[in-house]
């Protein structure tokens, strides 16, 4: 069975499946990197439950929120009713701290999507999880199924890393243009192309190698939340058909 770290301990993923279904968001001690931290989660998880549903039925969701702040949650991917889409100030005014909302909506698509956050940075401090739909006819079966979900932890206040982003872009971004790489682009190209080139990019306010924004240097990336210190785990059977469904959870990267 697949298992994940949490509060510096495996258990069991939580999978959800029915009709209707309890979430409750709290904020929840984690130690991901060696330093204990706190942690938005759904149900005391991160990620938080995987939802399974059928493709065809109608889902009801009571979220509870139990955070000094306001949250929400957006359901990324899915064709429903804009009321219930979760995007405070469009859809919705947001889930006040101790109030409960009731998202209910038809399932009109089959496939693997996921639900985060759009209140502030709390996707960021981990409040997603994933979203399996089964659809009405199975075409391709499979004995093992497994989401891997992925996504990146700082233990930095998200808001700090966002202030040091407003002030230098590439706060994060050690690899910078040397002589030595001005020099090999002179001899590879020419003079007057190169000064083109780094006058190209300095017009643009933007290093060239400035792949992302937030780097390594802040930044563990995880699969279901956990870390290459204690790492998840999928297991099967030789000969077996796996299906594995991947999903970008990431505030900043790109996978």
Known sequence: MPTKLLADAKQPEQV?????????????PVNVTGVPRMATTINGLMPGPIL???????VTLHVTNQLKETTSIHWHGLILPYQMDGAPGISFKGIA??????????????GTYWYHSHSGMQEQTGLYGAIVITPRQETQPS????????????DEDPLSIFAKLKTQSDYYNFN?????????????????????????WNEMRMSM????DISAYTYK????????????????KPGERVRLRFINSAAQTFF
């Open 16 to 28: 959800l499946t029915g009709t209707e279904f309890n979430l409750v968001i709290s904020a929840t």
């Open 52 to 58: 399974h549903w059928r493709e065809g039925d109608t």
């Open 97 to 110: 701290p101790g109030e409960t909302f009731t998202y209910q909506f038809n399932v009109n698509q089959s």
């Open 143 to 154: 004995e093992r199924d497994y989401v891997i979900q992925l996504s990146d932890w700082t």
């Open 176 to 200: 910078q243009p040397t002589v030595v790489d001005f020099l090999h682009d002179v001899a590879k190209h020419g003079f007057r192309s190169a000064i083109d080139q780094r006058k190209m």
């Open 209 to 212: 190698t400035d792949l992302a």
């Open 221 to 236: 990336y995880l699969i279901n939340g956990c870390s290459t210190a204690k790492p998840w785990l999928g297991l099967f």
